[in-house]
């Protein structure tokens, strides 16, 4: 089944502890991209990749880092997490970047900072 | 991208057809509309695009009028399942810009399917 998945799908933790939450797709898909969802606020892109070993800052990369080893990870770098962190994430995948190419998303990743 | 704007709620009866407005009044030739729902805090579900055509598949058909600047999609026979916030985006059709590849979700409309 084609698919993106995220691990861990839920998590706190305390500021300043270091995490890495995980995310692959199983369908080649050259483009992956991070996303988080605040109330009122939508869903704001973090971090692109346009292929392995390319990636980029979206609209709000402060606090986060990414890596694009291989073609089919795309995992998100918390260094110091902070309470403003607390969101929810989603990792998403696609053939390319652009239209026609319709986006896959994972389930989420629910995120607590105390 | 050209910005949508779209109802904020709407309310369908289980069974009958739901269709779901989203104006695009500024959008530009080159730019593909979107249709993208999410089901209570899960990851967004892409539901059918098109760019000038009426679009059809499994999911829903999408209705684009004549200039493009709306458009309606439909889902058939609505379901308790398909209740949902329902995203209407524009996209650029060329690799490269300022947007590689993101998608803008505005605030959507919340449908809510009744039994």
């Known amino acids: 089944e084609a698919q993106v998945t995220q691990n861990p799908r839920y998590l706190i933790t305390v500021t300043g502890k270091k995490l890495t939450v995980t995310c692959s797709q199983n369908m080649n898909h050259e483009y992956m991209s991070w996303y988080r969802q605040d109330p009122g606020l939508g869903l704001r892109q973090i971090y692109y990749?346009?292929?392995?070993?390319?990636?980029d800052k979206g609209d709000v990369p402060e606090g986060y880092k990414v890596s694009r080893k291989e073609k089919r990870n795309f995992p998100l770098i918390l260094e110091s997490p902070s309470p403003n962190q607390t969101s929810l994430y989603f990792c998403?995948?696609?053939?390319?970047?652009?239209?026609?190419?319709?986006?896959?998303f994972g389930p989420g990743t629910r995120l607590t900072v105390t | 991208d050209a910005k949508t704007t779209q109802p904020p709620s709407m309310d369908c009866a289980e069974g009958r057809a739901a269709n779901l407005p989203c104006n695009h009044s500024?959008?530009?030739?080159?730019?593909?509309v979107y249709w993208y729902r999410q089901i209570h805090s899960q990851g967004p579900q892409y539901i059918i695009h098109g760019l000038k055509n009426n679009e059809t598949n499994e999911m829903a058909s999408l209705i684009i009028t004549e200039d493009r600047k709306s458009s309606t999609l439909i889902l058939p026979h609505a379901t308790l399942r398909d209740t949902a916030v329902y995203y209407c985006i524009v996209r650029v059709a060329v690799a490269g810009g300022t947007s590689y590849g993101k998608l803008t979700f505005g605030q959507g409309t919340i449908l809510t399917v009744h039994p």
């Open positions: 990749s346009m292929n392995v070993e390319v990636t």
């Open positions: 998403a995948s696609s053939a390319r970047s652009f239209p026609p190419y319709e986006q896959y």
């Open positions: 500024t959008i530009s030739g080159n730019e593909y």
